[in-house]
């Protein structure tokens, strides 16, 4: 990297944490703002200045990253900052939202004088920390070059994309493969426990061959392990997303039913106390308690 940055962060969950630290191990300058501001002051100790506002993190940044739960919130939180938002900074849009908030994030970055990139990620906490995330971006050419610092600081991987929203597009996509894999997982163990079926004589069966897979161990393996925390994802961001895939698909005519039946295994193991565990936590909707 030849020259270093100014980064805002707002939203220090599990993943803006880790991009936050990602970023000063880079060298750049990252301040950083969270509702809970217990989830943001232990990046003090990274080198972070805690902002007490999302102004305040703002301010003077050369690029503002925005990590927040959904598109109401990004809204909620750039309407405090806009007003000490730099003109021309890059606003880097990180969080999963839908596809009409992807239009209308970008029409009030356009009204504020940012220039707005679309930039959700793949990845969950453990790339994260170890700054291994794909990012999807999409926006303006002119500008890019300015953010590589910034993605190969955070990320193994950068996919550009055109215009906004084809980056959320293929996120999208990615994660209704993944929530499928996840829900697969945790029913087909679930089903082995109530045969008796030792699910370790179905890893064996089909071990080494095509329907074997790497993901389908892990996520098991955290529920067998009874590792679902901290989670990697937890079950309410998984709803969420599941939620946003299925509507997604409702809008251009495609009817969705493992995303539909998916996100309500999500709500009943919400509803069940799970909501802040892995996403593997499906499992326990399978069951009445």
């Known amino acids: 990297m030849t020259y270093t940055l100014t980064v805002g962060v707002l939203g220090t969950g599990i993943m803006g944490a880790a991009m936050a630290r990602n970023l000063l191990r880079s060298g750049h300058t990252v301040r950083v703002w969270n509702r809970s501001t217990d989830k943001a002051a232990p990046l003090a100790a990274d080198g972070a200045e805690v902002a007490a506002n999302p102004a305040e993190a703002v301010r003077h940044a050369d690029v503002v990253l925005t990590m927040l739960y959904d598109g109401d919130a990004v809204r909620e939180v750039?309407?405090?900052?806009?007003?000490?938002?730099?003109?021309?900074?890059?606003?880097?849009?990180?969080?999963?939202?839908?596809?009409?908030?992807?239009?209308?994030?970008?029409?009030?970055?356009?009204?504020?004088?940012?220039?707005?990139?679309?930039?959700?990620?793949?990845?969950?906490?453990?790339?994260?920390?170890?700054?291994?995330?794909?990012?999807?971006?999409?926006?303006?050419?002119?500008?890019?070059?300015?953010?590589?610092?910034?993605?190969?600081?955070?990320?193994?991987?950068?996919?550009?994309?055109?215009?906004?929203?084809?980056?959320?597009?293929?996120?999208?996509?990615?994660n209704s493969w993944v929530l499928a894999l996840t829900h697969a997982g945790a029913e087909t163990l679930s089903l082995a426990e109530a045969l008796g079926v030792d699910p370790d004589k179905f890893f064996e069966l089909i071990a080494g061959g095509p329907l074997d897979n790497g993901y389908l161990r892990a996520k098991t393996g955290l529920v067998r392990d009874d590792k679902l925390s901290p989670a990697s994802f937890a079950v309410a961001t998984a709803e969420k997303d599941a939620r946003l895939i299925a509507e997604a698909g409702r809008r251009h005519g495609v009817r969705l039913d493992l995303a539909e039946a998916g996100a309500e295994r999500f709500r009943r193991a919400v509803e069940q106390g799970h909501g802040d565990k892995d996403m593997a936590a499906t499992y326990y909707a399978s069951f009445d308690n």
Do not use: C
């Open 78 to 174: 750039m309407r405090e900052a806009f007003p000490a938002v730099q003109q021309d900074a890059l606003w880097v849009q990180s969080t999963t939202v839908s596809l009409d908030d992807v239009d209308s994030l970008g029409a009030e970055a356009a009204e504020h004088g940012l220039v707005y990139y679309d930039a959700p990620v793949l990845g969950t906490r453990q790339p994260a920390e170890a700054g291994q995330l794909t990012v999807l971006v999409a926006g303006p050419r002119a500008r890019r070059g300015e953010l590589t610092p910034i993605f190969d600081a955070v990320g193994a991987r950068t996919v550009w994309l055109d215009n906004p929203g084809d980056a959320t597009r293929l996120k999208l996509v990615a």
